[in-house]
């Protein structure tokens, strides 16, 4: 579809969806015929533009800045109200729904991923709203209200700027959807590119409540492993049963290393593995012949000025040799290749009604649900205390019906 657009002065423009009308007309400084099916705002000229519903988008918004390099997410990160992006040629503007929270997100504020970035930037891996203003080319796949949700830079905002690369379009702004993107891609990608998961095999997910324990209990139950999963409390056990965990433990009543020897004495297949220290040593040592330990984080050193919690890595050699088993590391930004097939294949798992999407935005917190991007330091530190039961998710605005667009 071909589109005519205006640069004065040679400035940017972006444009804003008119509801289909072709407009036509003469260009009253070229003397240029043109057609229109979009019209054409110049924001260099405007602190304001329409969006879908006919609001106004203020010139200004609040987002969280990493105004200096710490593990301790409340020191690094600061709330500032900034101008509201204009999104480029390929982008969309999005303005944010709900967000998702991370445990790697205070590895982000402490500048552990990239060394060399340094403070003041944006934080915050995924979010989920709608298109509100969009680059032209970026008009090619996605309209003004488009639903979209996506995993990139620069989440905690009110509006983000997304290119459409990094797009995935959703039927509705539901916080569901976003647990998909970080959270559920990890697991379905970890498990099937290093699980080398068998049916009948035995696999063990550790943090199996939280926000990817969930998908890797319910991929590993779907490749027909029997599955245990750990967990601190009955209420997260009893959920873990109902996405199909053959065996919970609580480790918070029950002792999880005498509890695997006696009930597992021949070891696990493949451990999925997020909390490191103390327990990484445990999934070593519970490890069957040719047992694969899947390393995809280790919160409890998070916090910490290193990072990491120590492990006994001394005698792993000969752990490792004597069952002929591995140790494998995963980090999604490596197999972004695989990412784009895990999400359609976990869309329509959803769809199905086939894959459960817990969620947890604060609703029993002390202090309430987590709205607004003030609450996202307190949903930081909600999941840090091991309270939350799903995917933490922090509520930017509130969502628009659109099942009507």
Do not use: W
């Not at 993107?181 to 035995?202: F, H, P, W």
């Amino acid at each position: 579809m071909s589109t005519s657009f205006f640069s004065r002065h040679g400035r940017r423009v972006f444009s804003v969806i008119s509801g289909g009308r072709i407009r036509s007309g003469t260009d009253a400084l070229s003397g240029v015929h043109f057609v229109l099916r979009r019209f054409i705002i110049d924001l260099s000229y405007s602190t304001h533009f329409m969006d879908f519903k006919g609001s106004s988008i203020p010139s200004s918004m609040k987002k969280l800045v990493v105004t200096k390099l710490s593990q301790n997410f409340k020191d690094a990160v600061v709330l500032q109200t900034v101008p509201v992006p204009t999104p480029g040629d390929g982008d969309l503007l999005v303005r944010n729904r709900f967000v998702g929270i991370n445990a790697s997100d205070i590895n982000y504020s402490a500048g552990r991923y990239d060394p060399s970035v340094r403070p003041p930037f944006d934080v915050g891996f995924e979010g989920i709203g709608e298109v509100v203003g969009l680059g032209l080319s970026a008009s090619a796949r996605f309209t003004v209200g488009d639903t979209v949700a996506y995993f990139g830079d620069g989440a905690f905002a009110e509006y983000t700027v997304v290119p459409v690369k990094k797009s995935v379009p959703v039927p509705a702004v539901k916080p569901e959807f976003l647990t998909l993107l970080v959270s559920g891609a990890t697991a379905y990608i970890a498990l099937k590119r290093l699980g080398d998961l068998a049916e009948g095999q035995t696999v063990l997910v550790t943090a199996a409540a939280g926000g990817t324990g969930q998908f890797a209990v319910q991929f590993a139950k779907k490749a027909g492993c029997h599955v245990i999963g750990t967990c601190s409390s009955n209420e997260k056990a009893g959920f873990l049963k109902t996405i199909g965990c053959d065996r919970p433990i609580n480790y918070a009543s029950e002792d999880l290393a005498a509890t695997l020897r006696t009930e597992y004495p021949n070891g696990v297949d493949v451990i999925y593995e997020s909390v490191g220290g103390s327990v990484f040593d445990l999934a070593v040592n519970s490890l069957a012949t040719k047992g694969r330990l899947i390393v995809i984080g280790f919160i409890s050193g998070y916090q910490t000025s290193s990072g990491v919690q120590p492990v006994r890595g001394g005698t792993l050699p000969v752990k490792l040799l004597q069952k002929s088993a591995s140790v494998r590391g995963f980090f999604l930004p490596h197999f972004l290749g695989d990412y784009r097939e895990a999400l359609v294949s976990m869309m329509g798992l959803l769809g199905q009604g086939r894959l459960v999407c817990e969620v947890d935005c604060g609703d029993l917190a002390p202090e309430g649900r987590f709205v607004g991007l003030e609450a996202v330091f307190r949903a930081v530190d909600y999941m840090y205390a091991g309270k939350n039961l799903g995917k933490v998710v922090v509520e930017v605005g509130h969502a628009l019906d659109t099942s009507k667009l």
